[in-house]
């Protein structure tokens, strides 16, 4: 884990030992750039890094500055002398699900039955907040990737609560789900009464949903019984994983009100996870030229100064929850981040912190 | 009935946009200004988190409309949680007998898990009855967030694409004929002058309308960088925060110049706020700007 240095400047530099980092966040505070450019800098020292985002758009393209899309089967990006390289990949959620179920299927005929199960393809399709998971099941076989010492993971907006941290419990507690044990007639020996039970809802949940999809629903529950162990046993070491000191949390916010309530829900929900934030990155502050607060009064500086002073008392909260963990600020620019130069400014400042007392914290962390 | 410029034509206006680009701040200014303009509005939020309802001062909405403090008269509010409007929904078509105990079980997880999409359609379906319920409002939903407002639309047709039959199969049905009919409802999509957030709103629009045959309103841009209007600052901060704004003003010119180009539809500008404002305060700046604002 990441210590904010005793007058050091704030910085979220990646610890030697650290093989995984997941960035979260909510919407909108550019999230995909500041994974972008935590794995981008750690190249730079040497690590293999590779960064991969489960956002279907461009953004990570468009902030590694990558001309076409990204894959799921990771590129290579840079390549630096002291043997660090840059990689980058997107998230397909049918490619990640397709994998798992081949790599826990018993045999052949199992994963290929899956394969063409009806809800299988609809809960592959993106639509069903599988996304969660899967960024956790990618940063998992990233994690063990020899190709690869450290894996970014860009994770998918959290609005409040951290459904990722929760995905692999919220799949396996499926199994624990009676009806599910009913459907795929687990309890069929102990009585009768199950089973008529199990006939009667399977009946009423059909003139509902349809009969079809009960069929395949009831089939989907059968198949995903022979992978039930896998998948537990999955869910166990990534929770191990996340939890290690092989894992960094990074906090994106951005100095706006309600991010800020938004980042201080997500770090208590970290909290009761056994995770702390190792480090808060607040995102596309105004820049703070010196000299801005006694500068004489014009168009330009009132409205600088307004601004600065909003962002202050949005960003109060978070300074008062006294983290214990470094606060690093990025001053936004003019213009997108989206070529070389944007992830470089951004790089910069992840490293060495933001030039001026941001805040007033004067560089005291605590 | 008289519609505003600034919504679209017709009685359901679902307001989208990637997160952190003040869909929920512009869906509440656009239930004001509406209101504002002689209509009675009904403002939804269908994502549970209660953003907007705060917003508009109504903390305890639920699925029934409560009067807005902000508007009493003209502007009600509602809360519609997808996972309660579910749960009706099964109680309502014969699963409510068997409910208690199945939801026990976690019977409402399964069904959710079989049928992806069932609690969004489910919501649509709410959505659907209040229009119908309170035909002379026009309702506001501020939909749900981040990228899921496309996955939202695009949900009865995914449904109907998986199941056979049933009840589920009939409300998908209801759902596309919904969304399709441009006098019931349209979407108005909100979005920054910025790159990233242009070309998102330019893909989401064409995926919208020709995808799914769903009839798009006005766009609002929010958050715009006011123009400078006095001469640069001779000392040194002020140069650099004047050279900043302009700098700012500039690079979003390029990207509205883009978003024309690219998407030929009437928009709306929203300025940003130029420091620490009371929300409600900034909320009825807002809805004048929507009210005064000519669209280009």
Request: aromatic share 4%; charged share 25%; with cysteine.
């Amino acid at each position: 884990m990441m210590d904010s240095g005793q007058g050091s400047p704030p910085s979220a530099e990646i610890a030697a030992s650290t093989k995984v980092v997941l960035t979260v966040g909510t919407g909108g505070v550019g999230k995909t750039t500041v994974s972008a450019a935590l794995a981008s800098a750690a190249a730079r020292t040497g690590r293999r890094a590779v960064v991969v985002t489960v956002d279907p758009a461009r953004r990570l393209a468009d902030a590694l500055g990558v001309a076409g899309e990204l894959s799921s089967e990771p590129t290579k990006l840079a390549e630096h002398s002291n043997g660090g390289e840059l990689w980058g990949s997107m998230l397909d959620p049918r490619v990640t699900f397709d994998r798992l179920v081949d790599s826990h299927a018993p045999d052949a005929a199992t994963a290929v039955a899956m394969r063409q199960n009806r809800i299988y393809r609809n809960m592959t399709n993106g639509l069903s907040g599988t996304q969660d998971y899967l960024a956790i099941e990618e940063l998992y076989w990233l994690a063990h990737d020899d190709r690869f010492d450290l894996v970014v993971v860009d994770t998918p907006p959290s609005q409040t609560a951290l459904d990722i941290v929760d995905a692999p419990g919220r799949l396996t507690r499926l199994f624990d789900n009676r009806i599910y044990q009913l459907l795929t007639g687990r309890r069929s020996g102990a009585t009768r009464l199950f089973s008529r039970a199990a006939q009667r809802f399977v009946k009423m949940v059909g003139a509902v949903v349809g009969a079809g999809i009960v069929d395949d629903a009831v089939e989907f529950f059968g198949l995903f019984e022979d992978l039930e162990a896998g998948f537990r046993d999955r869910a166990a070491a990534v929770g191990e994983l996340l939890t290690s000191d092989k894992a960094m949390v990074v906090l994106v916010a951005s100095p706006r009100a309600d991010t800020v309530a938004s980042a201080l829900g997500l770090i208590r929900a970290l909290i009761t996870r056994q995770l702390r934030p190792d480090a808060v990155v607040v995102n596309l502050v105004h820049p703070r030229p010196d000299g801005l607060a006694t500068a004489p009064s014009s168009e330009a500086v009132d409205r600088l100064r307004k601004r600065v002073e909003s962002e202050d008392k949005a960003m109060a909260p978070l300074i008062e929850a006294n983290l214990g963990r470094a606060i690093v600020s990025i001053p936004t620019l003019p213009g997108d981040i989206h070529d070389q130069e944007g992830l470089k400014h951004v790089e910069r400042h992840l490293t060495t912190g933001f030039p001026n007392d941001m805040f007033g914290l004067d560089g005291a962390w605590r | 009935m008289n519609r505003t410029q600034f919504v679209a034509a017709s009685q359901v206006v679902i307001v989208a946009g990637k997160g952190g680009v003040g869909k929920t701040t512009v869906s509440a200014a656009a239930a004001l200004a509406t209101a504002d303009e002689g209509q009675e509005v009904l403002a939804v939020e269908v994502d549970g988190t209660g953003a907007l309802r705060r917003l508009l001062g109504c903390p305890d909405a639920g699925q029934e409309p409560v009067p807005c403090p902000l508007r009493p008269t003209s502007v009600s509010v509602a809360s519609i949680d997808p996972s309660t409007a579910l749960s009706r929904y099964l109680a309502d078509h014969g699963l409510g007998r068997l409910g208690g105990r199945l939801a026990r079980t976690g019977m409402l997880d399964l069904v959710a898990t079989a049928t992806p999409g069932i609690r969004d359609l489910v919501v649509l379906g709410r959505l659907r009855q209040m229009a119908e319920h309170h035909p002379d409002k026009i309702v506001i939903v501020d939909a749900p967030a981040a990228g899921h407002a496309l996955a939202f639309l695009r949900t009865p047709r995914d449904i109907l694409d998986t199941v056979d039959g049933g009840r589920i199969a009939d409300q998908a049905q209801l759902g596309v004929e919904f969304l399709a009919d441009h006098d019931r409802s349209s979407v108005t999509l909100v979005t920054l002058p910025q790159e990233t957030p242009v070309n998102e709103l330019v893909e989401t629009a064409f995926a919208i309308e020709d995808e799914l045959g769903v009839a798009l309103g006005p766009v609002i841009v929010n958050s715009i960088e006011p123009p400078l209007t006095e001469p640069p600052p001779v000392d040194e901060p002020g140069r650099a925060a004047h050279d900043f704004f302009k700098q700012r003003a500039a690079a979003e010119a390029v990207q509205l110049v883009r978003m024309e180009t690219e998407l030929p539809l009437p928009w709306f500008a929203l300025t940003r706020a130029d420091g620490p404002i009371d929300r409600q305060l900034r909320l009825e700046q807002l809805a004048r700007s929507l009210r005064s604002a000519n669209s280009k």
